[in-house]
């Protein structure tokens, strides 16, 4: 186990991302940013579990998820991109999924 300062910090900024995406909906890019955070808590825990346990065998693991995590952003900004371009604004409560 994380020590119990930092096992609680990285589950209060996982929640804190959460609930910022559950009530933030309203704009693409503050959904972004709420999930970028979710993962960034992620990675750190990931990096320091396989640092705590000395896993050398699992070392992979945290880069291999901040290699998703920036792949999920980049396709994030470029929804985001496309949706702004085509409906002006990226306020998600003016999408109309039955009209795409």
Excluded: V, Y
Aim: charged letters at 5%; glycine letters at 6%.
């Amino acid at each position: 186990m994380l020590l119990t300062h930092e096992s609680w910090l990285l589950s209060t900024t996982f929640f804190l991302s959460l609930l910022g995406l559950s009530f933030h909906r309203a704009h693409l890019l503050s959904a972004l940013l709420c999930l970028e955070g979710m993962m960034l808590s992620l990675f750190i825990g990931l990096a320091l579990w396989t640092l705590k346990f000395s896993m050398i065998s699992s070392a992979m693991f945290p880069l291999i998820l901040l290699t998703l995590s920036a792949c999920e952003a980049g396709l994030g900004l470029s929804l985001m991109i496309a949706t702004a371009r085509s409906h002006g604004s990226d306020n998600l409560n003016l999408l109309n999924l039955l009209q795409c």
